[in-house]
T-cell receptor
Framework: TQLLEQSPQFLSIQEGENLTVYCNSSSVFSSLQWYRQEPGEGPVLLVT?????EVKKLKRLTFQFGDARKDSSLHITAAQPGDTGLYLCAGVYGNKLVFGAGTILRVKS | EAGVVQSPRYKIIEKKQPVAFWCNPISGHNTLYWYLQNLGQGPELLIR????????DSQLPKDRFSAERLKGVDSTLKIQPAELGDSAVYLC???????????FGPGTRLTVL
């Protein structure tokens, strides 16, 4: 059973477009993390959200944590080819960290 | 600050052979994780250490996989014997703090022929 569902699984867009990826669960997270992974490398932490309703911005990336702490979204404005990668959300349940399957993003120039 | 170091980066072996992966975490990080990642999927936890104690090994296939973290620093993950289905990327991560934010190494890509 996949605790965290990410959508879409794959996204291919043109440079300059906006996009949103989603992370959903039926369980409540104590906190949630987003990572980006490039081919041949390990995931790199982008942000941690802790409070329901929290919004964090990292340059062109906006992360939102749902009010009930069961879902999260990542919005990218004016995507660049350098944003290409696998975006993973990971939820903390008690002392366990569980990863979603990821969204593969490809930004074409 | 040096990141998480893993070796080797790539390993190709024949089935039924043994293989070992090594990880050196970030200095001062007490928690160390080994994950398995299949292509296009998220990492799946194999084992988590707090210092030298394995506190979660529920997902480790103990009939063929073993791990150790001597002195609470470096760690080794071993597979013996390897099977075709073990082909994957094996990631090591370390963390420090209340949110378990993971710092990953580059991984070892294992191919079992």
């Amino acid at each position: 059973t996949q605790l965290l569902e990410q959508s879409p699984q794959f996204l291919s867009i043109q440079e300059g477009e906006n996009l949103t990826v989603y992370c959903n669960s039926s369980s409540v997270f104590s906190s949630l993390q987003w990572y980006r992974q490039e081919p041949g490398e390990g995931p790199v932490l982008l942000v941690t959200v802790v409070t329901g309703g929290e919004v964090k911005k990292l340059k062109r990336l906006t992360f939102q944590f749902g009010d009930a702490r069961k879902d999260s979204s990542l919005h990218i404005t004016a995507a660049q080819p350098g944003d290409t990668g696998l975006y993973l959300c990971a939820g903390v349940y008690g002392n366990k960290l569980v990863f979603g399957a990821g969204t593969i993003l490809r930004v074409k120039s | 600050e040096a990141g998480v170091v893993q070796s080797p980066r790539y390993k190709i072996i024949e089935k039924k052979q043994p293989v070992a992966f090594w990880c050196n975490p970030i200095s001062g990080h007490n928690t160390l994780y080994w994950y398995l990642q299949n292509l296009g999927q998220g990492p799946e936890l194999l084992i988590r250490y707090e210092n030298e104690e394995a506190v979660d090994d529920s997902q480790l296939p103990k009939d063929r996989f073993s791990a150790e973290r001597l002195k609470g620093v470096d760690s080794t993950l071993k597979i013996q014997p390897a099977e075709l289905g073990d082909s994957a990327v094996y990631l090591c991560a370390s963390s420090f703090g209340i949110y378990n934010e993971q710092f990953f190494g580059p991984g070892t890509r294992l191919t079992v022929l």
